[in-house]
């Protein structure tokens, strides 16, 4: 099936400082899906990008379908954006995502 | 207030027991999901169902049992047989949407259940 790989496993960054996170997926998907998790556990939402690229906020998502990977920018980072981001991409119409292990981030003041 | 909502927070439960872990969302979608997390690791589906009265396994779905009697309800037991059953569970649910060019499918997930063994 298909692999998830997320980079770096951890890091560590003061505040306002700017940072990329990557995902790479070992065969085409349907659905790549990047998510925050707070310390509490709950998974947000921030991108649905399959393909292209979106921006919201300090955060933009690129997704390079046809080179297998998918970049997360976090810019002018705040104590808040620390946590865990995960990537999970599903290779079919199912929607059975399959999630990386993840980027532990920490923003110190 | 629409979203998915799990029950309970917390859970323990005592060696040979099953116990159950809600999961209602009232977000009229269509298709349902359980996963469970481990510590410092990403989530692995147990269990899916794109539509009520059907479900199909995950990667790690021994252990497990599901139903789907209503649209708006994918409740998951943990069976005896589930030997190491302490994780973080994640109930998730998802819908398409938009035209045939800009099909969308996210999912999105409540904030999940800590089950921990007495």
């Known amino acids: 099936g298909i692999q998830v790989e997320q980079s770096p496993p951890d890091l560590i960054l003061q505040e306002g400082a700017n940072s990329t996170l990557r995902c790479n997926f070992s065969?085409?998907?349907?659905?790549l899906q990047w998510f925050h998790q707070n310390p509490w556990g709950q998974l947000i939402n921030l991108f649905y990008i399959p393909s292209g690229t979106k921006q919201n906020g300090r955060l933009s998502a690129t997704t390079v379908a046809t080179e297998r990977y998918s970049l997360l920018y976090i810019s002018s980072s705040q104590t808040t954006d620390s946590g865990v981001y995960f990537c999970a991409a599903s290779p079919d119409g199912y929607n059975k995502l399959i999630f990386g292990a993840g980027t532990r981030l920490a923003v110190h003041p | 207030d629409g979203g998915i909502t799990q029950s309970p927070k917390y859970l323990f439960r005592k060696e040979g027991q099953n116990v159950t872990l809600s999961c209602e969302q009232n977000?009229?979608?269509?298709?349902m999901y359980w996963y469970r997390q481990d510590p410092g690791q990403g989530l692995r589906l147990i269990y899916y169902?794109?539509?009520?009265?059907?479900?199909q396994k995950g990667d790690i779905a021994e252990g497990y049992s599901v139903s789907r009697e209503k649209k708006e309800s994918f409740p998951l037991t943990v069976t005896s047989a589930q030997k190491n059953p302490t994780a973080f569970y994640l109930c998730?649910?998802?819908?398409?949407?938009?035209?045939?060019?800009?099909?969308?499918?996210?999912?999105?997930f409540g904030a999940g259940t800590r089950l921990s063994v007495l």
């Open positions: 169902s794109q539509i009520v009265n059907d479900f």
């Open positions: 977000l009229n979608h269509d298709a």
């Open positions: 998730a649910s998802s819908i398409f949407t938009g035209g045939v060019l800009s099909k969308k499918n996210i999912q999105y």
């Open positions: 065969d085409s998907v349907n659905n």
